[in-house]
């Protein structure tokens, strides 16, 4: 069993763990595995749990943090959205044409199908986490570095408040907003791109694009971005925060934020996309 | 097993700072050293200011308190009390855990065991604005400064005033005129008020980080390496600010460095962390100054 031992005089080729057998090693294994996930839980739970924390003060010191981080995941990401949306709108549009002559009704409820209840809540995820989560972790790992957090807590300031909350809500926010303007971008591009390939009249696409949107669309968009916005959000700060004092564990951290992030994305993408066809069946018939 | 401790009485009430170290282990370079610095004498301090309100509670306590990096230790169990007033001068080798413990005593990272007390109450890592709201003011000085990187030197020193505004009872006039008034008083010309840490020199960093500690108004002070990397005039104004944290009743101060100058000018008493020990060191003997005699 490891021993603990004094600091002085620190020899680093000692400090390896002595038990070296298999079982001890799964042992370790797990035990790590279930404290990550502890702390995984915990960043998410501390920050959920800071809302109720007293304090008119420092309530609105948070609100114009959380202005502040919209302004940098949302705003500043419309002008890529705008270009990814219009040109995936507009593939999607091309590729039905080689396919062959498709009715514009049926290329509006691939539309709906396609755009809206997939690539619209996934490409925007994938936006905000490639362009605003290495930003974030990256930013929170040379806090760390840089004992900018233990600084916060010292001066009697919630590091789960100030620094994972308003990051939460605002990746949260700026991808339910995001997805919106992205859907509206995509369909407007595949409109365009009927328009000047001639495969579909206005007319029978919004005919098509008004058909396919069923009732429950509107469940399935916001539990998808609420849901993404959060999953970025949160494992973005938590790989951010668990940078430890050096700061070549800031591009590793960020690197696993964005990989992670990605992952849990689409699993929960699929996950929900799943559940929505299980529970009202396939809704284009 | 050896059992150590200092104390320290003071009229007109009986007050003592007393460190208490868990056993040696057997055999180790730890009772070697023990072996060679000697059990831990009593400490009388000299008359030192006594506050208002004279409480057990208060002041720093460690409870079997203990903190270890994974395997390795930077503090075994330990009961230490600095009562309120009280100062703590904690000397060590690089590399020991200075740093470590000092964050540690202020409650900035959890304890392996046992507890830390601040006037009596723990403090959470995930919860400081619990401490805030309870009384519990805290001003640490980081070696490097610890100012936030992406808000100016004037920001820094608003933005935990700004933050317990309804604690502290105060509006954004009050805010700004204590900010500014303490930036002045340490120094710091008003043309780098809005610049960001990262255009500020290290002797300015620690200034600003000053200010910040000062505005709060704190009854515990926790200082790591204050006067490392400064200039004569900037050490010369660190040290007379430490003076007059360590004179005022009301001010826990616990400071970690090496530095000889500072040491003779404090003259508070001294521990050195070894080990994972709180040893005993001789403190100093500047006859013009309010120390510890032995």
């Not at chain 1, 219009?86 to 062959?100: D, E, K, P, R, V």
């Not at chain 1, 959000?233 to 992670?260: D, F, I, N």
């Not at chain 2, 413990?101 to 601040?118: D, E």
């Not at chain 2, 723990?122 to 619990?130: A, F, G, K, L, R």
Request: net charge positive; proline share 6%.
């Amino acid at each position: 069993m490891a021993r603990l031992r004094s600091t002085l005089p620190y020899d680093p080729r000692t400090d390896r763990i002595a038990d070296a057998s298999w079982l001890g090693a799964v042992g370790r294994g797990t035990i790590r595995w279930v404290l990550d996930v502890d702390e995984l839980l915990h960043t998410f739970s501390d920050a959920i749990a800071s809302l109720w924390t007293p304090g008119i003060a420092a309530r609105a010191t948070v609100r114009r943090v959380i202005t502040t981080q919209i302004m940098y995941t949302g705003v500043q990401a419309l002008s890529l959205v705008s270009v990814i949306a219009f040109l995936l709108g507009a593939s999607i549009i091309i590729q039905t044409n080689l396919m062959g002559s498709a009715d514009g009704e049926l290329l509006g409820k691939v539309l709906v199908a396609v755009v809206l209840r997939e690539l619209a809540p996934l490409v925007t995820a994938i936006v905000i986490a490639g362009r605003s989560g290495t930003a974030m972790a990256t930013e929170l790992g040379n806090m760390k570095v840089n004992s900018e957090v233990l600084a916060l807590s010292s001066l009697g300031i919630d590091p789960p408040r100030f620094i994972v909350l308003p990051r939460l809500v605002a990746s949260i926010v700026s991808v339910l907003v995001l997805m919106i303007y992205f859907s509206v971008v995509a369909i407007l591009g595949a409109f365009v791109i009927a328009q000047l390939t001639a495969a579909a009249t206005w007319g029978s696409l919004y005919s098509g694009v008004s058909r396919g949107v069923m009732p429950f669309d509107l469940g399935l968009f916001l539990l998808k971005g609420i849901g993404l916005g959060a999953i970025v959000g949160w494992l973005c700060c938590h790989y951010g925060l668990q940078v430890k004092s050096s700061p070549t564990e800031v591009p590793q951290q960020a690197s696993r934020a964005v990989v992670m992030s990605l992952l849990c994305g689409v699993v929960y993408s699929t996950f929900v996309t799943a559940l929505f066809y299980w529970l009202v069946g396939p809704p284009i018939h | 097993m050896r059992t150590s401790s200092i104390h320290s009485t003071r009229s007109p009430k009986r007050r003592y700072l007393s460190v208490r170290n868990g056993p040696f282990e057997h055999g180790s370079a730890s009772e070697e050293l023990a072996e060679t610095l000697g059990p831990l004498h009593n400490l009388r301090l000299v008359e030192p200011p006594v506050s208002d309100v004279d409480s057990p509670d208060q002041g720093l306590w460690l409870e079997r308190a203990t903190f270890a990096y994974n395997e390795l230790w930077v503090l075994r169990e330990t009961d230490l009390h600095v009562p309120r007033g009280a100062d703590l001068l904690v000397t060590g080798h690089n590399g020991v855990g200075k740093s470590t413990f000092l964050f540690w005593c202020a409650g900035l990272l959890p304890a392996t065991s046992g507890r830390v007390l601040l006037d009596g109450r723990v403090p959470h890592v995930s919860t400081p604005s619990d401490l805030v709201r309870g009384g519990v003011r805290r001003g640490v000085l980081f070696d490097s400064g610890g100012l936030l990187s992406n808000l100016s030197a004037l920001n820094n020193v608003t933005l935990a005033l700004r933050y317990h505004a309804d604690v502290f009872g105060i509006d954004e006039q009050e805010i700004h005129r204590r900010a500014r008034d303490a930036l002045t008083e340490l120094r710091v010309a008003p043309t780098d008020f809005h610049a960001l840490p990262a255009h500020l020199s290290l002797g300015v960093r620690k200034r600003v980080s000053l200010a910040r500690a000062l505005v709060l108004e704190p009854n515990f002070v926790f200082f790591d390496d204050p006067d490392a990397g400064l200039d004569a005039p900037t050490r010369a104004l660190v040290y007379k600010l430490l003076e007059r944290f360590r004179d005022d009743p009301k001010i826990t101060m616990v400071v970690t460095s090496n530095s000889r100058p500072l040491i003779e000018r404090m003259a508070v008493p001294i521990v050195e962390l070894s080990h994972g020990h709180l040893l005993k060191k001789s403190g100093s003997q500047n006859p013009n100054s309010r120390g510890p005699s032995y």
